[in-house]
T-cell receptor
Framework: AQSVTQLGSHVSVSEGALVLLRCNYS??????LFWYVQYPNQGLQLLLK??????LVKGINGFEAEFKKSETSFHLTKPSAHMSDAAEYFC????????????FGTGTQLKVEL | NAGVMQNPRHLVRRRGQEARLRCSPV?????VYWYRQLPEEGLKFMVY????????ESGMPKERFSAEFPKEGPSILRIQQVVRGDSAAYFC???????????????FGEGSRLTVL
């Protein structure tokens, strides 16, 4: 079985500060890992994904994440937060050959303050 | 709009009524997934369908819930005899079938928000 754990259901940063959202995964097979963003009353939009190529993955809106097998982590970072980054962020895992069925974490609400 | 289309966006039902949620996948996608999002919770997988087949329904409640993806037309998530606990946002997602066009991710609709009074 696969699962993801997102540490911190709420994270608050100042505009211009580093954003770090944590995700740890559990998988018995090599995983595919994803970060999605959800704005209020909208669907989920893919930020970036890891599918066994480069371990440092760059996504949209200046976000990136690094796959660390030794730490079973896939943390999401952005060097400088912008007010428009305020949203809920979900980490998700799937496995190769398992269709595209994703297992999601419980989400992290990011608040950006002036 | 070539994305996943869900309707209705908002649905209000009284206890005991039926709710039908529809999902049209991205054009050319043959796989549909339904997820449920409860307040303060993440998305919980419900069911995975291909045309005319249910592939994985491990997340579907045993009673009152059913899903289909017919050869023609949208996928339907049906909830019979709704209860207040069914109030949630229901998201549909789609993906291509296996092969070179499948890059692993799901493409999500904007959700259908069910309120049960």
């Amino acid at each position: 079985a696969q699962s993801v754990t997102q540490l911190g259901s709420h994270v608050s940063v100042s505009e211009g500060a580093l954003v770090l959202l944590r995700c740890n995964y559990s998988s018995s097979v090599p995983p595919y890992l994803f970060w999605y963003v959800q704005y209020p009353n909208q669907g989920l939009q893919l930020l970036l994904k890891y599918t066994s190529a480069a371990t440092l993955v760059k996504g949209i809106n200046g976000f990136e994440a690094e796959f660390k097998k030794s730490e079973t982590s896939f943390h999401l970072t952005k060097p400088s937060a912008h007010m428009s980054d305020a949203a809920e962020y979900f980490c998700a895992v799937s496995r190769a050959g398992g269709g595209n069925k994703l297992t999601f974490g419980t989400g992290t609400q990011l608040k950006v303050e002036l | 709009n070539a994305g996943v289309m869900q309707n209705p966006r908002h649905l209000v039902r009284r206890r005991g009524q039926e709710a039908r949620l529809r999902c049209s996948p991205v054009k050319g996608h043959s796989h549909v997934y339904w997820y449920r999002q409860l307040p303060e919770e993440g998305l919980k997988f419900m069911v995975y369908l291909q045309k005319e087949n249910i592939i994985d329904e491990s997340g579907m409640p045993k009673e009152r819930f059913s899903a289909e993806f017919p050869k023609e037309g949208p996928s339907i998530l049906r909830i019979q005899q709704v209860v207040r606990g069914d109030s949630a946002a229901y998201f549909c997602a789609s993906s291509p079938g296996s092969g070179g066009t499948n890059t692993g991710e799901l493409f999500f609709g904007e959700g259908s928000r069910l309120t049960v009074l």
